[in-house]
């Protein structure tokens, strides 16, 4: 996290781009029959591992990453960063009611002076274009957009000519819905053993079971398979 916050901030303030992406076991799983996320994901410039299943996995494979950088305390960390530097932050995407929470609650938690703007995470493929030219408009150094994959990688790679002046581009999934309380986020015990998959499933195990039960089989499989290979 560290090493992640400290290079992003590097990039900021020698006026680079940098686009980056968190993996998941679900999303590896996806870009194995996905070309285009596939694309979207291993174009970006920066990739962390966000689910412990990823760490495991690149254990077993002899290939050892350091820790876990979850996406929204990723995110955290890097607002705060952007209060004491100075930064413009734009927040894109959840319900309207949502992002202006989120947007309410940094403003209230830092300043005003952070936002460079918002809008929610509900328009068109033929909208995307205007969007990306509006964020680039407000002066952000840093964008957050928090929409289900794979559209957020798609939106952020194929917008990115749009996007050329934004620093910092990061999609953070379902981070607005925890911050603006919609959704409880698991106990510090669990995210650090590995089961905040399971927390999230059991409030909502209509809508999450195959994301997780069917995803991290595959996720599995593949792991078996690519161990094989050594």
Same mark, same amino acid.
């Given at each position: 996290?560290?090493?992640?916050?400290?290079?992003?901030?590097?990039?900021?303030?020698?006026?680079?781009?940098?686009?980056?992406?968190?993996?998941?076991?679900?999303?590896?799983?996806?870009?194995?029959?996905?070309?285009?996320?596939?694309?979207?994901?291993?174009?970006?410039?920066?990739?962390?591992?966000?689910?412990?299943?990823?760490?495991?996995?690149?254990?077993?494979?002899?290939?050892?990453?350091?820790?876990?950088?979850?996406?929204?305390?990723?995110?955290?960390? @890097?607002?705060?960063? %952007?209060?004491?530097?100075?930064? /413009?932050?734009? =927040? $894109?995407?959840?319900?309207? #009611?949502?992002?202006? &929470?989120?947007?309410?609650?940094?403003?209230?938690?830092?300043?005003?002076?952070?936002?460079?703007?918002?809008?929610?995470?509900?328009?068109?493929?033929?909208?995307?274009?205007?969007?990306?030219?509006?964020?680039?408009?407000?002066?952000?150094? @840093?964008?957050?957009? %928090?929409?289900?994959?794979?559209? /957020?990688?798609? =939106? $952020?790679?194929?917008?990115? #000519?749009?996007?050329? &002046?934004?620093?910092?581009?990061?999609?953070?999934?379902?981070?607005?819905?925890?911050?603006?309380?919609?959704?409880?986020?698991?106990?510090?015990?669990?995210?650090?053993?590995?089961?905040?998959?399971?927390?999230?499933?059991?409030?909502?195990?209509?809508?999450?079971?195959?994301?997780?039960?069917?995803?991290?089989?595959? =996720? $599995?499989?593949?792991?078996?398979?690519?161990?094989? &290979?050594?």
């Amino acid at each position: 996290m560290q090493e992640t916050v400290m290079l992003i901030n590097e990039s900021i303030s020698q006026g680079n781009r940098l686009q980056h992406v968190v993996v998941n076991a679900g999303k590896i799983v996806a870009m194995q029959t996905d070309e285009e996320l596939r694309e979207s994901v291993n174009n970006c410039d920066l990739i962390n591992a966000d689910g412990m299943a990823v760490v495991w996995a690149s254990k077993v494979l002899g290939k050892p990453l350091k820790e876990r950088v979850a996406g929204i305390d990723l995110m955290e960390n @890097l607002i705060e960063l %952007a209060h004491k530097e100075k930064y /413009k932050v734009y =927040f $894109l995407g959840a319900k309207e #009611e949502i992002v202006s &929470k989120v947007v309410d609650h940094y403003s209230k938690k830092y300043s005003k002076d952070l936002i460079a703007g918002y809008r929610n995470g509900y328009f068109s493929k033929d909208e995307e274009q205007d969007i990306a030219k509006d964020i680039e408009a407000s002066e952000a150094q @840093l964008l957050f957009v %928090a929409i289900s994959s794979p559209k /957020k990688e798609n =939106f $952020l790679y194929q917008n990115k #000519e749009h996007l050329a &002046k934004v620093s910092f581009t990061m999609g953070v999934g379902g981070s607005f819905d925890v911050v603006s309380g919609l959704v409880k986020r698991a106990p510090l015990w669990m995210q650090n053993s590995g089961l905040e998959w399971f927390y999230r499933f059991a409030q909502e195990p209509q809508r999450m079971w195959k994301r997780y039960l069917v995803g991290n089989s595959k =996720f $599995l499989y593949l792991v078996f398979k690519e161990r094989l &290979k050594k």
